[in-house]
């Protein structure tokens, strides 16, 4: 249940009969979203049916805070979902580009060793050294954080 807070205060000038005035002040405060029964006992003396309509005003504002809250967490719910997803992809993306990266070393060795066999020594080590440095770079890139950019 939730609750809201209402405050109300009310000033009252009494005359007396030796010409004195006194003026008394009452503060209220209500931590509750129904008004206390004496309050609504007030009003209804005031204007009949207006209790039953202040009831129904109060039920409604709970009925209404209570679908925001189940909408924010569906809305919360939502968007965890949406980045389990994404850290899935990427994990997924991660893996697809080790897998492919192995390959690809096992054919440029595999290239390497067959320009050895044939007698090209500087095409084999060229491939190599390339590959090696390629894999190297990609190395250093990952390590170092990314830096966030700034707007100017």
């Given amino acids: 249940m939730s ?4 405050r109300g205060s009310r000033q009252t000038v009494q005359q ?32 009949a049916g207006s209790a039953e309509r202040l009831l129904q005003m109060a039920e409604a504002e709970q009925q209404l805070e209570h679908e925001l809250a189940r909408a924010q967490l569906q809305e919360v719910q939502r968007v965890n979902d949406s980045n389990i997803n994404m850290q899935n992809s990427q994990q997924l993306l991660f893996q697809r580009g080790q897998i492919f990266a192995l390959i690809s070393m096992i054919g440029i060795l595999a290239f390497s060793a067959y320009a050895l066999m044939l ?25 170092r954080p990314s830096e966030p950019k700034t707007k100017d």
């Fill in 16 to 47: 007396h009969e030796n010409g004195s005035r006194a003026l008394t002040h009452e503060s209220v405060e209500i931590s509750s979203p129904y008004p206390p029964p004496a309050f609504l006992e007030e009003y209804e003396r005031i204007l």
């Fill in 119 to 143: 007698g090209y020594p500087w095409v084999a080590g060229t491939a190599v050294t390339t590959s090696m440095l390629g894999m190297a770079v990609i190395y250093v890139l990952r390590q």
């Fill in 3 to 6: 609750s809201s807070r209402a």
